[in-house]
Structures are given as structure tokens and as C-alpha cells.
């Protein structure tokens, strides 16, 4: 069965949607499956990367504050005013510990019965002893707690200092005596701006400090945000160290070595998540575009290959119904327009055959009417041309003779048709019989010359191609000439070509008569035409007649064709 072609608009329409269109569906496919992960796989890594450093800042800033407290608890001069000694030099020495950080941190000492308190600021009501006591106090899980444990941190003593700083982290530490009684308490509160320097420069939408011990948390950035973890939804303390995405929020939680808080990163991704919907909408805005304009091109391409192609057609139909001077207009695409041209050629060698068969035909119909004709009572000829050779040869008559023998073998020549080919063998033979007779009429005037290479004497070649040209020469070139007259035929094999020549002393040619042989079809010279015709039409354009002066006076005819094989020729019927 013949296979269904696809149409060339369809071919094309599916190669620029291949090249144009599938690329960006593929990329949207993409995005649309793997867009939401990769922004959530990166933002956690990127995050974690920021936390790290965060962390290491934050945990840089408590231990040296840290470092205070204990300095203040283990203070001489603080240890003596809690015992009931304050010296003069007490606030000093508490401006002095806290030196740099007196707008970043409050330092406060109090006594077990809070008669003793002292503060760089004014002191927090907070850690008033009188009043806070027992389950109240805000010393009470340190005071809980065995001897080991000197000190705690905690974010659950929140107020406000007289420059209206939001306190966001304590760090609580034992008074001792020598004997390792407790006095008090020292206790050192981070404002929120204590960590700005190492919040200078984030990539979260917030951090969060938790506290592993109360689960309370409190916003670094926003420090008005503070309470239990049912205050930050998403928040999980237990995932602690690890990295996770919910509610189109990124959170990263990290421990902070050394203390009970956990640093909590939070970025939201939504924005991400937009713009990724964002270019999934250009990709498909650009793919539909991306489809018109392959449809387009389709159609602009398809009609510049189809018309041409449709015209051709066109041209073929006509030339099938036998319109051979059918032309097609070049197109404009190389390849087509080499189509066209080769087409174009092959109308006009049609054309041209066509033209040369009529020719031919016709002059194969004059032949033969004319060898009908000359064939009418051919046995009267020659029982005439019998008649006067046996007379002369009883009279004696031999030159009579002679010409009736040589006349009789012209005469069989001449109206034999049973075929069209001669060796040139004996082509050569009829002209020596014509040149005899004309010898023995113009006796010693006249004299010629004949040779003929043996190697192509079998060559075979339309008849009578000599004949009208040793004719033209005696009749138009020598004949007018006073004085001897020289006649030389000769034919020769060159490489793959026969040449055959007549040249003759006579009085030469008009230029004019012979620049185009093609010019003779009317004139007198019918014999000298017809001969080229004759030639033209059995070897075709590669054979050539020409007629050129001689140096010496006189004209030289040269003829040239190709040697044809046997098979080749078998083309050529006989009469």
C-alpha cells in the first residue's frame, strides 16, 4: 500500500514547533514540577549557611556578657555590699565592669531579702525581693537548683528600661561568701540593641531565640513578639538542628553551644513561589507565541516552496497534453529554480526534437517521393545506357565508353534506396566515377587527386556526402577559371573524429553567400545545404561544414563528425 504522505505545511508546522516550542514546554514542565522544591532546596541551604554565621556572632555577644556577670558576681566590692558593707566605690566598680556596654545592658545586684539593690539603671522592680518571693521570684529556679549550677539564662524577666530599651535576655548568677553561703543574686540584662551589631545584616524574615528550659521565645527583630511557642506557628523546638518548610515558610533551628537557646531563622518563600508562577506564565505566553509564529513561518515558507512547486506541476500538465513550447517562471529558491531551468531546458530539446523529426520526415518523404520517381522504368535507362556502351566499344569509341560505364555506376548509386548508410569506401568510389567523367571532358585542364586513409574506408556514413560538394566545385569554382584547375579530395581519422576536405584552385566564393550555412535553404546551393542538413540530422550539433579561402586561391570545404558505433547507428533506419 502507498504510505500517506504528511503535507509540506504540516512537515514544517512540526519542525519549527520542535525547534521553537517544545524547548519552553519543556522548561515549563519543568519549573512547574521542580520550580516549588529547587526554591525551597535552595532558600534551606541558603539559610543554613546564614544561621551558622549568625549563631556564631550571638553566641560571641552572650559569652561576653556572660564573662560580665561573672565578673560582677565575684566583684570584692559587690560581695561586701551584699553582705551588708556597700562602699562609696560600689557603682564604680559596677560602671566600671560594664564599661562600653552601659546603653546595651543593665548590671543589677540584689540581696536574699532584697533590702541590698543596686542597678547601672534604674533597678527592675522585677527583681525585688521584697516583694517576689517564693514561687514569684525570678531567682527561684536558680535557687532551686544544686551547687553546680552557678548560673542561668532565661528570658522570662521582660521590662522596659528607663530609656524604654526592651530587655530580651537575663543572665542570672549566685553571690557567694567564703564559705560559699548565698548573698544574692548579680544579674546582667541584654537590651534588644545589645544584638543589633550582630543582626546588622540578615536574609530572614525574622529570628527567633528560644528557650529550651520555659519554651519561651522571643523575636529578634521584632522584640515586642514574645511568649510561649503557640505565639510563633511553625516553630517546632523539637526539630532542633534541622532545617524544614511549612506554610510556604522556610525555618532553620540551630542550638546555640553552651546555653539552653535555640536560634531560629524564618524566611517565607511565597515571593519565590510567585515569581515562579510568574515565569511559568511567560514561558507559556512565550510558547503560545512561540506556536503563532511557527505557524506563520509554516505558511510563509509553505507558499514560497508550494507555488513554485504547483507552477511546475502546472507546466508538466500542459507539456503532458502536448504544449511543448510550455516555459515555467523561474522561482527563487536555488533548488526549484534549477528544477525550473532544467525543465525549461528539456521543453525546448523536446521542442527542438520534435522540429527535427517533422524535418526529417519530410525530407524523407521528398526522397522517397523522389526516388519513386526516378525508379519509373529504370530498365529503360539503363538498356539505353547498355545500348550506347556497346555501340562505342564496337566503334571503338572508348572515352564514349567509359563515360557510359562510369554514368551507370552514378546512376545505381543515385536511385538505390534500399539503404540510407554508405561506406565511405565507397563514397570515395562515386566521386572518382564523377571525376573520370569529367576528365575526359575537360581532358588535361582538369586534374585531381583522391586519397582516403584505408582504417576508415568502412566507416559507415550517410550516402552522397562528397558528390554536391566536388560538383559545387568544378560548377562554381573552377569551371569560370582560366588556365589548369586543381581538384584534392581526402579524408582522414583524428582521435574520435572522421575529417573529409575538397579543396579546389578555382575563383573562390562570396563571403556573404557562406557566413551561415543554414542561408543556402533557398538559394541555388540546394544540394550543398541539404548535404548539412543531411549530416546535422544524423550526427546531430557535433558535426560541422565549413568553407574557408585558400592562401593560393580557391576554396577548401572541411567536414567533420564523430565516429558513430554500430549499435549507435542502428538507430538511423534505412529507406
Known sequence: MRKRGFPLYIRLLLYFLMVMAV?????????????????????????????????????????????????????????????????????????????GDTYLANASIVSLDGDIRY????????????????????????????????????????????????????????????????????????????????????????????????????????PETYGQMDQFPGLHISRVDSSYTESSKAYCLMSITGTPFVLAGIKSYAASISTVKDLLIIFMVLMIIGITIAIMLSLVFTKSIADPISDLIKSMQMLEKGLFKTRVKEARIKEIRDLDRSFNRMTAQIADLIETNKEEEAKLHTAERKALEAQINPHFLYNTLNTIKSLARINGQDEIYTIAVRLGKLLRA??????????????????????????????????????????????????????????????????????????????????????????????????????????????????????????????????????????????????????????????????
Open 23 to 99: 524547548p519552553l514546554l519543556l522548561m515549563t514542565v519543568y519549573y512547574a514540577i521542580n520550580g516549588q522544591e529547587n526554591v525551597e532546596r535552595n532558600l534551606l541551604r541558603q539559610g543554613e549557611a546564614s544561621l551558622v554565621s549568625l549563631r556564631g556572632k550571638i553566641a560571641d555577644q552572650i559569652e561576653a556578657y556572660r564573662h560580665k556577670a561573672y565578673v560582677l558576681s565575684t566583684n570584692r566590692t559587690v560581695i561586701n555590699a551584699l553582705e551588708g558593707n556597700p562602699s562609696q566605690g560600689l557603682y564604680e566598680t559596677m560602671f566600671s565592669i560594664m564599661t
Open 119 to 222: 542597678s547601672t539603671h534604674t533597678f527592675p522592680s522585677i527583681y525585688d525581693l521584697r516583694y517576689n518571693r517564693n514561687d514569684f521570684s525570678p531567682f527561684f529556679d536558680i535557687s532551686r537548683a544544686g551547687n553546680q549550677t552557678a548560673s542561668m539564662m532565661s528570658l522570662a524577666n521582660r521590662y522596659r528600661s528607663t530609656s524604654n530599651s526592651q530587655i530580651v535576655l537575663n543572665i542570672i548568677r549566685r553571690v557567694l561568701d567564703e564559705d560559699g553561703s548565698i548573698l544574692g543574686y548579680a544579674v546582667v540584662d541584654l537590651f534588644q540593641e545589645a544584638l543589633a551589631s550582630a543582626l546588622s545584616s540578615i536574609e530572614f524574615d525574622d529570628l527567633v531565640l528560644m528557650d529550651s528550659n520555659s519554651y519561651l521565645a522571643v523575636s529578634l527583630l521584632h
Open 414 to 575: 543515385n536511385i538505390d534506396n534500399d539503404k540510407a548508410l554508405t561506406s565511405l569506401g565507397e563514397s570515395f568510389a562515386l566521386v572518382e566515377s564523377y571525376l573520370i567523367i569529367q576528365k575526359i571532358r575537360f581532358s588535361s585542364k582538369l586534374e585531381y587527386t583522391i586519397e582516403l586513409e584505408d582504417s576508415i574506408a568502412q566507416i559507415q556514413t550517410p550516402k552522397l556526402i562528397l558528390q554536391p560538394f566536388v560538383e559545387n566545385a568544378i560548377g562554381h569554382g573552377l569551371e569560370p577559371k582560366v588556365g589548369s584547375w586543381m581538384l584534392a579530395v581526402k579524408g582522414w581519422k583524428d582521435g574520435p573524429r572522421i575529417h573529409l576536405s575538397v579543396e579546389d584552385n578555382g575563383v573562390g566564393f562570396e563571403d556573404s553567400l557562406l557566413k551561415d550555412l543554414e542561408s543556402l535553404k533557398d538559394s541555388g546551393h540546394v544540394g550543398v545545404y541539404n548535404t548539412y542538413r543531411r549530416l546535422r540530422l544524423h550526427y546531430g550539433q557535433s558535426a560541422y561544414v565549413s568553407f574557408s579561402h585558400r592562401d593560393e586561391g580557391g576554396t577548401r570545404v572541411d567536414i567533420s563528425f564523430p565516429i558513430q558505433e554500430e549499435k549507435e547507428m542502428e538507430k538511423w533506419p534505412t529507406q
